[in-house]
Nanobody, 127 residues
């Protein structure tokens, strides 16, 4: 079965760090752009970050640029998101998603075109 499984979420104080992982199964991330989006209660879904396939270009939302770093390990078929300097407004459920490159528009809104996404992992930033 095709699946994306997120892990690494948790509770952290403001200024802290977390590293999220997304393991893909049933398909290869090769040929896909992949990344992360999040949703907090009462808010719209927000694209966080994504990475292209062939050129490895990275995309970040303005709200996280300079604090978050996306990466991908093709051998492990796994996507990562290193989150530093976390703030309360980062509190949300974080989902990973993948979209075929032919449908990738080169923006953090990539998830709107994604046929695959996971069940999410909760990130809570609170003092």
């Amino acid at each position: 079965q095709v699946s994306l499984v997120e892990s690494g979420g948790g509770l952290v104080q403001p200024g802290g760090s977390l590293r999220l992982s997304c393991a893909a199964s049933g398909f290869s991330l090769d040929g896909y752009a992949s990344g992360w989006f999040r949703q907090a209660p009462g808010k719209e879904r927000e694209g966080v970050s994504c990475i292209g396939s062939s050129d490895g270009r990275l995309y970040y939302a303005d709200s996280v640029r300079g604090r978050f770093t996306i990466s991908r390990d093709n051998a492990k078929n796994t996507l990562y998101l290193q989150m530093n300097s976390l703030q309360p407004e980062d509190t949300a459920i974080y989902y990973c998603a993948a979209v075929p490159l032919e449908n990738f528009r080169g923006t953090t809104d990539f998830y709107r075109d994604a046929p695959f996404w996971g069940h999410g992992t909760q990130v809570t930033v609170s003092s």
